[in-house]
Structures are given as C-alpha cells and as structure tokens.
C-alpha cells in the first residue's frame, strides 16, 4: 500500500505563486510515475501535470503550460508543483496520484493512477 501526503495548499493573489509537495510512503524501495490532479467545484477531476518515474519526463496541461513546472527526484518519491503567474481559475482541490510501480511511462487521465492523497485547497482570488 502506497501513502500519499501532500503539503503547500493556501491562498494566494492573482498572479502569485505557491508550490506544492506531495511525498509516497510505501514499504518497499519501488519508484512510481506520479501527477497532479486538481477538481473544481462541480467539475470532473482533470490532469495538472504528470511525471514518469524518474522524473526526466514531464507532460502538462494545455492551461498550465508555461507556468507550473513539475519535478520529481527519480530516486525519491517525492513530486513537486511549481505554480507561478496563478488565475483564479486556477482555484482547485489539487490532488496528487501514484502509479503502480510496474508502469513506468508518464501517464494524464485519472484511470491511470493507483494511489491518490487527500487533497490539498489552492484558491487564488482577484
């Protein structure tokens, strides 16, 4: 079984930045591919951005592009979400998921994840 903890939420002004953690706690050494997620009130769960499992690949939403970076040291399983120039429609739960082990690709959809975290709030106001 994987945990996965995120960190970093809050609220922000147009514009600003946050970044955000999320750390997998597993019993074994396996490196996963792992992405952020983020679901909007009343809206379906859609991909942010998406690392393969050593972090040399990265894919990223048509939205976000130019503006959030994500990183993942491949020999640890922790991913980071990098959020400058934020909208307010960026304004989101974000939530971070894990692959099984034995995918190692860069995947976006939310059927391709095994392992999600509770979520952490980003609001950004106007």
């Known amino acids: 079984q994987v945990q996965l903890v995120e960190s970093g939420g809050g609220e922000v002004q147009a514009g600003g930045s946050l970044r955000l953690s999320c750390a997998a706690a597993s019993r074994t050494s396996d490196t996963y591919s792992m992405g952020w997620f983020r679901q909007a009130p009343g809206k379906e769960r859609d991909i942010v951005a998406a690392?393969?499992?050593?972090?040399?690949?990265?894919l990223y939403a048509e939205s976000v592009e130019g503006r959030f970076t994500i990183s993942k040291d491949g020999a640890k399983n922790t991913v980071h979400l990098q959020m400058n120039s934020l909208k307010p429609e960026d304004t989101a739960v974000y939530y971070c998921?894990?692959?099984?082990?034995?995918?190692?690709?860069?995947?976006?959809?939310?059927?391709?994840?095994?392992?999600w975290g509770q979520g952490t709030q980003v609001t950004v106001s106007s």
């Open positions: 690392v393969n499992w050593n972090g040399e690949n990265a």
């Open positions: 998921a894990a692959r099984n082990p034995l995918h190692r690709g860069t995947y976006t959809t939310v059927h391709d994840y095994d392992y």
